[in-house]
Every structure is written in C-alpha cells, then in structure tokens.
T-cell receptor, first 115, second 112 residues
Framework: EAGVAQSPRYKIIEKRQSVAFWCNPI?????LYWYQQILGQGPKLLIQ????????DSQLPKDRFSAERLKGVDSTLKIQPAKLEDSAVYLC?????????????FGEGSRLTVL | GENVEQHPSTLSVQEGDSAVIKCTYS??????FPWYKQELGKGPQLIID?????GEKKDQRIAVTLNKTAKHFSLHITETQPEDSAVYFC???????????FGKGTTLSVSS
C-alpha cells in the first residue's frame, strides 16, 4: 500500500514570496492533517480535514496560510506571503475513518527555507 | 487547550541499556496517548499507543505506562540497539482519531 505522498520535498524562497505544498493521502483515508514542525520541536497542527470539510483550523495563521482539500482526496497548503519564521518542515498525515485505531500516517514532509 | 511536556530533550545510552522518556499532559479529558519515532528526513511513525482505560501496554522491547491521576505517561525501551537512535515524540488527544498534541521530542542516541 502506498504511503502519504508529499511534494516538493525541499523549497527555498525569499520572504514575502509564495509557496504551495501538495499532499496525497493513503487511499481511502477520510481524515487529512497538515502539521508544521519547526527544527527541534514537535509537530504542531495547522489544519484537520474530514473528507473535504474543515474540522479544526484554529491554529492556522489565516492571514497568510490557506489550505484546501477538493473532492476529499489530495490537499494543498499555501503560504503567501512567507515570513522567515515559516521556515519549517510541513508534514501531511492521514488516518482512516472506520475502525479508527488512532494511528496517523505521516508523509516524509516538505522542508521550507525562507531567506 | 492541551499542553504536553516531554523530558528529557536528549538521552544517551549504551547498547543494551534501558531508556525511559516521560511526558505530562494538562487536559484531564485526554484519553489517547501515542508515541511516535522520527528518523532523520522521515515523517513520524507510530510505535505504541495507550488508552486511558489501560495502565500499561507492552510490545516486545517497548512499553508504555500511564498514570491518569498524575497525568503522566512514559515510554520504556529495554535492551536498546543502535537502530533505536531517533527522535521520539509523545502525544495526547481527547480520543483516537482526533488531532494530536505533540511534545517537543527526545533525541535518543544509542552507542555500541
């Protein structure tokens, strides 16, 4: 079974530029999460989707971050304009709906460097 | 909201020794406590989890204990091996399937 796919793996941009990350969850997984992981810290939830609806976006900086999950499958996370403090790894995770064991399956992440 | 504190931030052991990582949580409504292992350049991977109706769970060399009264839980790794070297994260949520709140992580180094 294929895992969670993310792209790009690495991105370097100047501050005030924009960037977009893409995530394709494990087939059949209804729940999708975006986490931000700053170097030396644990992952911090940005947004949680259930199918194509938002469950929790309370920690998403909505003035610069946006995310969508059209058709309840893959998702994109956009940052515009980027700030230096947005340098981090952006992790996408998915989990199944039925018979949920609680396990989140993470992708390898997209590392963003803002200069 | 929930807050998870994790200690120590780094841990160095000799191969074959045991390693213990401890976490405390703030929200008494939390009842799902997983542990994730993250290797360099990879996403976190679940290694063991425990629910609030269980005090201890074991899977081969790893075990997790939960003290709901004190609101803390611990990861125990016995007979450590070099391949156990990684960053370990504890997490908590109010139920399995909801978003996890992670601790800051513990970098475990196992030297042979």
């Amino acid at each position: 079974e294929a895992g969670v796919a993310q792209s790009p793996r690495y991105k370097i941009i100047e501050k005030r530029q924009s960037v977009a990350f893409w995530c394709n969850p494990i087939s059949g997984h209804a729940t999708l999460y975006w986490y931000q992981q700053i170097l030396g810290q644990g992952p911090k939830l940005l947004i949680q989707f259930q199918n194509n609806g938002v469950v929790d976006d309370s920690q998403l900086p909505k003035d610069r971050f946006s995310a969508e999950r059209l058709k309840g499958v893959d998702s994109t996370l956009k940052i515009q304009p980027a700030k230096l403090e947005d340098s981090a790894v952006y992790l996408c995770a998915s989990s199944p709906n039925s018979g949920n064991t609680g396990e989140l399956f993470f992708g390898e992440g997209s590392r963003l460097t803002v200069l | 909201g929930e807050n998870v504190e994790q200690h120590p931030s780094t841990l160095s052991v000799q191969e074959g020794d045991s390693a213990v990582i401890k976490c405390t949580y703030s929200d008494s409504a939390s009842n799902y406590f997983p542990w994730y292992k993250q290797e360099l350049g990879k996403g976190p991977q679940l290694i063991i989890d425990i629910r609030s109706n269980v005090g201890e769970k074991k899977d081969q060399r790893i075990a997790v204990t939960l003290n709901k009264t004190a609101k803390h839980f611990s990861l125990h790794i016995t007979e450590t091996q070099p391949e156990d070297s990684a960053v370990y994260f504890c997490a908590a949520s109010w139920q399995a399937g909801t978003a996890l709140i992670f601790g800051k992580g513990t970098t475990l180094s196992v030297s042979s």
